[in-house]
């Protein structure tokens, strides 16, 4: 296996469990199975002891294995060097392997199958791809700047197309020029990538690539954190050279094209792993919420590098193995936002906008605070909300 | 075991028992040297009722049970020798309350020290607690239950045990009972004036109950630290350095290093000095008596305070300190365990000298150094040795140095601390028969089926 020779470097100390500033747990596998094993030092021991033949794959192995949500915290908090470069992809490296063994558990291998099949996760024709713009006006792509990509949960799911809404509309208003590649868009394969099934992400990637090349595409806007890593991280390193923004990148910079307006609300900002940690972007969506007059900022005791998972990474969302429990990492996270007084939890994923959206509802807390995503926010503060 | 495993399910909920062999794999074994053996069961209570049910029914099925924190002991203390049930207690993470006033916080028996310590800055900043250099998820009670020391034990009364105010405690025959002044009145303040019964629990290795919530001191928080470094030539001056600081109740933390490497320290131990002030007068102030205290020295011999450069510090100040951890990747091999011995301050130069000897004899990687515990009433001597986990010869070798370690730490008078049960046995061959036996009249009465984490101070 990749990086075998790195797994016994692992000292199992548990620097990991924890977010830098010790709040809480901030694995969100562990926070919500509890036992060791399921922490990242005790997955590392798991994989070797398999490697070793000390213990067998079984249902619980893949479970441990595939529970992770890649959300990068150990790789923040880890105290040894090596280890800390390396650990989430050793987890995926792990996962590789498992799919070489073609014996997933079921929800993986159900998620793999729909996007072989279909091209996305839900198992739906291509052709809805479109729904989420019924009403609105939104070219396909021809020549426009940007592309905007809307990814799977944006075009799928009922949150997420009021989200892929919301951006649309916002960036409309912002001024900027851009298209969308409607029934022809396929899954950008972070998340397949995640699972461990690198054939299938390679052929996903392929694919998009000569997509984006047919229509001389330049540069994109990603609606979703994961997509921009995949096209940022994964594609560029296998040679896509695509230029690609996150949506509130564009946000941040062509607010002032907007009017403005007022939003009076405390809102507090769940920072996305897949914008935080993994690309080091905690200021975008900040500075968005900033530029909007009225908005008071409350930060979550676990922000930017510390920020909790919402669960729904590493393929987590479609799998959803780490449940909806009290004890899930989303149910957390809406207890500490509530915590600090907000009206809004602001969120800028599609995936995040959906677990916390559940999460609020779970824990009886919709009178007491909204999910809503930052272009929500910044077309409600505009007075351009529905 | 299956019928067992239905009642345990039925007691802490289903998804928080095990008895897979991915559980039992990992809760065989810790990051030290000892033979791993797996359990029979993992179980997570999340309550005191909890941790009772499941004793009672350890106790009619006489099952072995091993409280468990951070399972970061290193010296196998959680290991189930005898098979059975460990309790992870880390589900029973609430912090109850925190006196400002009275500075004591009451925890549950799996709150860690980080999180007591992010608790605390944000709601209380201008309190701390002594935190050992033990990774952050090690637990408050694990580590009271092995006479634990850390950032504070210099300067605020020795050993973490001893900051214990209160404690409530499972019995081996499952009764919730309340030590110290909240037995009698609703605050966790103090163990005096009544009879000290929380001694039953503390540095037994969870062999007599199991703690499920603990009262712990607090201590003010200064707003400034600094690090003082001492370089001396030789180890010999170390316990007279010790005295004469530690005569000026200045300092707060007292470690001294000696190490093996990197090879420019070879031969110059320093001492670490660290300073809390709630101004920069007062901190010139504390500084200058400490410098002054050792002038003698810094005048006459080839020694003296080192000028610390900033990044320096940070490495130096903070706790818990992460770079200990990083010991354990010194061979590149995932792997450390220490022999910590408690003994008299002016036995390190013995100790620095043997531990020499027996890292070169078996060729292993060696650090050492000593926090003073105290005002130097004692210290607590630690050898290091830095293993590669996937070298068995290497792991051999290091497994024998510890035991030799332990062995050469009596001889020169001192006690080895949270010590393998081999150890142990070390200790107890050493120890009064008088002792033994009101140690085994004790264990006998509190746990008549043996049940509670067996193979640790099992005296014969
Ligand atoms: C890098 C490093 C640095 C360290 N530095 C220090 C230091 O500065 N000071 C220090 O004191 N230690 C230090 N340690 C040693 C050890 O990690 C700590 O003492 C730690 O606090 C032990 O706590 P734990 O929760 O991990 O205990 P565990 O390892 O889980 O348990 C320790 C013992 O206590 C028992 N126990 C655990 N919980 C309970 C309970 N609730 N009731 C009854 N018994 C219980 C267990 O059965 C076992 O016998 C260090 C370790 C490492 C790896
Ligand atoms: S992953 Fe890093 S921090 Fe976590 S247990 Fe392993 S070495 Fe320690
Ligand atoms: S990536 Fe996140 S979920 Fe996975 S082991 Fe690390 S902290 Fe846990």
């Known amino acids: 296996m990749e990086y075998q020779e790195l797994l016994h470097r692992c000292f199992r100390c548990g620097w990991c469990k924890l977010p830098l500033n010790f709040v809480d747990i901030n694995c969100p596998a562990y926070m919500t199975y509890r036992f060791e094993s399921f922490s990242p030092g005790g997955r590392l021991w798991l994989i070797r002891a398999w490697l070793q033949g000390d213990v067998e794959m079984s249902d619980r192995f893949r479970e441990i294995i595939f529970s992770c949500a890649t959300c990068k915290n150990c790789v923040e908090a880890c105290a040894l060097p090596k280890i800390k470069d390396n650990l989430v992809d050793i987890v995926i490296a792990a996962r590789n392997e498992i799919v070489q063994t073609g014996k997933l558990p079921g929800p993986v291998r159900d998620y793999l199958m729909r996007v072989y099949d279909t091209g996305n996760p839900y198992g739906k024709p291509q052709a809805d791809r479109l729904r989420w713009t019924d009403g609105l006006d939104v070219p396909l792509y021809r020549d426009q700047e940007f592309l905007l990509f809307i990814g799977d949960v944006g075009a799928f799911d009922e949150s997420g197309m009021e989200m892929a809404r919301n951006v649309a509309k916002a960036l409309q208003l912002a001024g900027v020029s851009f298209g969308i590649m409607g029934e022809e868009e396929i899954s950008d394969g972070n998340d397949v990538y995640a699972l461990g099934e690198k054939d299938l992400f390679k052929h996903l990637a392929e694919r998009l690539m000569k997509g984006f090349g047919d229509r001389g595409v330049k540069k994109i806007i990603a609606l979703s954190p994961h997509s921009y890593n995949a096209f940022k991280n994964y594609y560029a390193a296998a040679g896509g050279k695509i230029d690609v923004l996150h949506f509130s990148h564009l946000l941040a910079l062509k607010l002032s094209n907007i009017n403005g307006g007022t939003l009076q609300a405390r809102v507090t900002f769940h920072d996305p792993c897949y914008l935080g940690r993994w690309n080091n972007d905690y200021n975008a969506c900040r500075s968005v919420l900033g530029g909007i007059r009225g908005i008071e900022l409350a930060e979550m005791e676990r922000n930017r590098a510390n920020s909790l998972c919402c669960g729904g990474g590493g393929g987590n969302f479609f799998t959803a193995m780490l449940g909806s429990g009290p004890d899930s990492p989303s149910r957390h996270r809406v207890r500490e936002a509530l915590d600090t007084g907000a009206d809004i939890l602001a969120v800028a994923c599609p995936i995040c906008r959906k677990m916390l959206e559940d999460a609020v509802k779970d824990e009886s807390a919709e009178d007491s605070i909204r999910v809503r995503d930052i272009a929500g926010i910044v077309l409600e503060a505009a007075g351009a909300w529905h | ?460």
């Open chain 2, 1 to 460: 075991m299956e019928g067992i495993l239905k009642e345990l399910e039925d007691i802490v909920g289903r998804r928080y028992v095990s008895a897979s062999p991915e559980e039992k794999y990992i809760y065989s074994r810790d990051q030290g040297l000892q033979e791993p053996h797996d359990p029979d069961a993992v179980v997570l209570p999340g309550s005191t009722e909890e941790v009772q049910a499941v004793i009672r029914l350890a106790n009619r099925e006489r099952v072995p049970v091993v409280p468990m924190g951070g399972g970061l002991v290193l010296s196998g203390l959680t290991i189930p020798q005898k098979g059975g049930i460990v309790l992870d207690m880390k589900r029973m993470n609430r912090i109850i309350e925190v006196n400002e006033t009275s500075r004591y916080a009451v925890v549950e028996g799996g709150v860690s020290q980080g999180v007591l310590k992010a608790y605390l800055e944000r709601r209380h900043p201008g309190l701390k607690h002594s935190l050992p250099d033990a990774p952050p998820v090690a637990t408050i009670a694990g580590n009271v239950a092995i006479h634990g020391s850390g950032h504070l034990s210099q300067s605020e009364g020795g050993f973490h045990s001893e900051m214990v105010t209160g404690l409530e405690a499972v019995l081996p025959t499952g009764e919730a009972v309340r030590l110290g002044s909240c037995s009698t009145v609703p605050g966790w303040f103090s163990r005096a004036p009544l009879p000290d019964l929380a001694g039953l629990f503390l540095g037994w290795n969870g062999t007599t109950g199991i703690i499920t919530k603990i009262g712990i001191k607090l201590f003010p928080k200064p707003k400034m630290e600094d690090i003082l470094v001492y370089m001396t030539g030789s180890v010999d001056i170390l316990p007279d350095l010790i005295y004469r600081i530690t005569g000026t109740e200045m300092a707060e933390d007292m470690v001294a290093a000696i190490s093996p490497k990197p090879d420019w320290l070879r031969g110059f131990p320093i001492l670490l000095i660290t300073v809390t002030a709630n101004s920069e007068e007062e901190m010139a102030m504390k500084v200058g008596i400490i410098r002054e205290s050792v002038r003698h020295y810094y005048q006459t011999m080839e020694s003296g305070f080192m000028p610390v450069p900033p990044y320096m510090k940070s490495q130096f100040l903070g706790a818990p300190l992460k770079d200990l951890s990083k010991f354990a990747d010194v061979m590149k091999g995932g792997g450390f365990e220490y022999v910590g011995s408690i003994m008299p301050v002016e036995k390190l130069p013995g100790a620095c000298s043997a531990g020499l000897d027996i890292a070169e004899k078996h060729r292993v990687t060696c650090s050492m150094g000593a926090r003073v515990i105290g005002r130097g009433h004692c210290m607590m001597f630690f050898n290091a040795y830095a293993f590669n986990r996937a070298d068995e010869d290497n792991m051999a070798r290091s497994a024998l140095a510890l035991e030799e370690t332990n062995r050469a730490t009596l001889e020169l008078g001192g006690i080895p601390w949270k010590a393998e049960a081999p150890g142990q046995q070390d200790i107890l061959r050493k120890m009064e028969p008088g002792t033994i036996q009101l140690m085994n009249r004790i264990r006998s009465l509190l746990d008549p089926n043996g049940i509670m984490n067996p193979g640790n101070w099992e005296a014969r």
